[in-house]
């Protein structure tokens, strides 16, 4: 071979490995995700990023028997991203990368899964490990300082007893007694009104507490739970002892500006509508001052009991009668009228109404 022959292969030797190079470097390069989550049958996988700083749907797969796949996009850089399951609200999220990703783990622990592939969260997972010393020493920490605030708390609670007990000619101890109302046993309490010196005990303010002291043990469990009348949406006078056939009938004191109220009537409506063919009955009395706005509550929160109302807000006679400082409150009487269980929501009026009218 002559020279000349020699340099023209060299020369279509290295075109030809820079054209390669080239079509090499012009293939796009994408992510692929596998997911093997477990208890994932048919569920519908999203994948958000971050575009023009706006969470999108970036890519989306459906799974079959646990296992789905995305590839459907490339990375400049690794980026984080959330894998979200909407239907069951559960998501993960994690650092994405134009590699071959696996996602292991379960449904309903999506955010705990295992993810292999990318060099970034790889990186992320050993800094988070990393503060694990650091993390327990806060936890100790925490936990040191809220049991000896608890601590600290039941002590001064009993300093102040303390005080108020031993000092029942001091003009005072009304006051601090009034402002420690709720936080002191109502055996103390009754303890320490009786013992009071009497010329103490005719200052107004603790007449008004004597006053809410019977009035509170009037409404005490196992106390019949005292009459009233109200008139409904209707101006329909109703009287409590009128009410009549139900094994449990809850006196459920709320109003529609009363967010603490409206957040448990979604759980109130499930457990009437549960168990009111059984036995279960609810009375609605609101706090309300306008009509309008009690009766547009009942209907978007599909309140389909009974309901009562003077619109006198805390200042109608059932509400002192029933010595209502503070909304939601209730009251859930047997078919005699005795008070058997005050105050309960969530779970626990669940469970209180379905051991009694539950079982069949």
């Not at 590839?71 to 990368?97: C, H, R, W, Y």
């Not at 939601?328 to 309960?344: Q, R, S, T, Y």
Request: with cysteine; net charge positive; glycine share 4%.
């Amino acid at each position: 071979m002559n020279l000349k022959s020699h340099v023209m292969k060299k020369i279509i030797i290295l075109l030809f490995a820079a054209g390669f190079a080239f079509s090499v470097a012009a293939q796009p390069v994408h992510y692929e995700i596998t997911g093997l989550i477990q208890g994932a049958e048919g569920e519908t996988f999203l994948l958000f990023r971050l575009i023009n700083g706006k969470p999108a749907i970036v890519d989306s797969a459906i799974s079959l028997h646990g296992v789905f796949k995305m590839n459907a996009g490339s990375l400049e850089f690794p980026e984080m991203v959330n894998l979200t399951v909407p239907d069951k609200k559960q998501n993960i999220t994690f650092f994405l990368e134009n590699k071959k990703i696996t996602i292991q783990g379960k449904l309903d622990s999506l955010n705990q899964a295992r993810v292999t592939g990318s060099k970034t969260q790889d990186e992320l997972v050993k800094y988070r490990a990393s503060l694990d010393g650091a993390d327990k020493k806060r936890e100790k920490l925490v936990n040191d300082f809220q049991n000896a605030s608890a601590a600290l708390m039941n002590e001064i609670k009993t300093i102040q007893i303390d005080f108020i007990k031993n000092n029942p000619g001091s003009y005072a101890v009304p006051q601090l007694l009034k402002s420690l109302y709720d936080q002191i046993p109502a055996t103390d309490v009754e303890f320490i009104v009786k013992n009071m010196d009497p010329t103490v005990a005719a200052t107004p303010v603790m007449k008004e507490i004597a006053a809410r002291m019977v009035a509170e043990k009037a409404v005490a469990i196992g106390m019949k739970a005292p009459d009233f009348t109200l008139n409904d949406v209707t101006n329909v006078p109703v009287t409590l002892s009128s009410l009549k056939k139900h094994k449990l009938l809850l006196i459920d004191f709320w109003a529609a500006w009363c967010k603490p109220c409206r957040a448990e009537n979604p759980n109130v409506v499930r457990i009437y509508n549960e168990f009111h063919s059984k036995g279960f009955d609810i009375l609605g009395v609101s706090l309300d001052r306008k009509m309008e706005d009690w009766v547009k509550a009942i209907t978007e929160d599909r309140l389909s009991w009974r309901q009562v109302s003077d619109l006198k807000y805390f200042n109608g006679p059932v509400t002192k009668k029933y010595n209502i400082n503070s909304i939601p409150a209730n009251f859930l009487l047997d078919e005699n009228g005795i008070i058997v269980a005050k105050n309960l929501t969530g779970e626990e009026l669940y469970k209180k109404v379905k051991s009694v009218v539950g079982a069949e």
